[in-house]
């Protein structure tokens, strides 16, 4: 009996560090936004499985520096945190408030990849106006869950760590929307394969 107890213990620690093992190679570097945010770095796993088109955008803009000191515009407690506004939303550069939200980038819009993929705590997702092709390069990150959001946003990737920097974002005025004054901004967006 002992016998049998000791082999199924082996079989399941076994079981658990092959689970373990895998989860740590997981992680894909390329695939993989680090935010540098005032509260600390959030690393965000973009899924090219489910929208490829908008994380090879995402990525660009990335490595062209576009979301550098580009704010928060839109944060609802209990929601979500929106940014990426990169033609009126940099801080550092021509800021304009009454603006931020309407723009892109110079790179075209990206017809929708909407997927099975729920909107959860710690998901990522682009935004967009009415017309579902219309995201370009701003992007959210939900607070909590959101099934409502599922199958209608295209979902980008998930926090896979820093949730806590994420939850410190400047909240904005529910009555308006979400619209934040003086808002926090990404301080610095890098792709982790880049950092080395």
């Not at 000791?6 to 620690?13: D, G, Q, R, V, Y």
């Not at 997981?26 to 994380?55: F, M, Q, S, W, Y």
């Not at 995402?58 to 000191?69: P, Q, T």
């Not at 998901?123 to 370009?136: E, I, K, L, Y």
Request: proline fraction near 4%.
């Amino acid at each position: 009996m002992s016998f049998i107890r000791s082999a199924l213990a082996a079989a399941a620690f076994l079981a658990l560090s092959l689970g373990t093992s895998h989860i740590a190679s997981a992680a894909d570097p390329e695939n993989t936004v680090v935010l540098t945010l005032k509260d600390g770095d959030v690393a965000i796993e973009l899924r090219p499985d489910l929208a490829p088109k908008h994380v090879e955008q995402i990525k660009r803009l990335v490595r062209d520096g576009a979301y550098n000191g580009v704010a928060f515009h839109r944060v609802i407690p209990g929601f979500m945190a929106q940014t990426g506004d990169v033609k009126f939303g940099n801080m550092d550069k021509g800021f304009n408030a009454s603006s931020v939200g309407t723009g892109g980038s110079d790179y075209a819009n990206i017809p929708a990849e909407f997927s099975q993929e729920p909107f959860v705590r710690g998901t990522v997702g682009m935004a967009r106006s009415q017309d579902p092709n219309s995201a370009n390069s701003q992007f959210f990150i939900m607070f909590a869950d959101g099934a409502f959001l599922n199958g209608q946003y295209t979902v980008v990737g998930k926090v896979a760590s820093g949730m806590e920097a994420v939850d410190k974002i400047k909240k904005g005025d529910e009555a308006d929307n979400g619209s934040v004054e003086n808002p926090d901004k990404i301080i610095k967006a890098a792709i982790e394969a880049d950092k080395k």
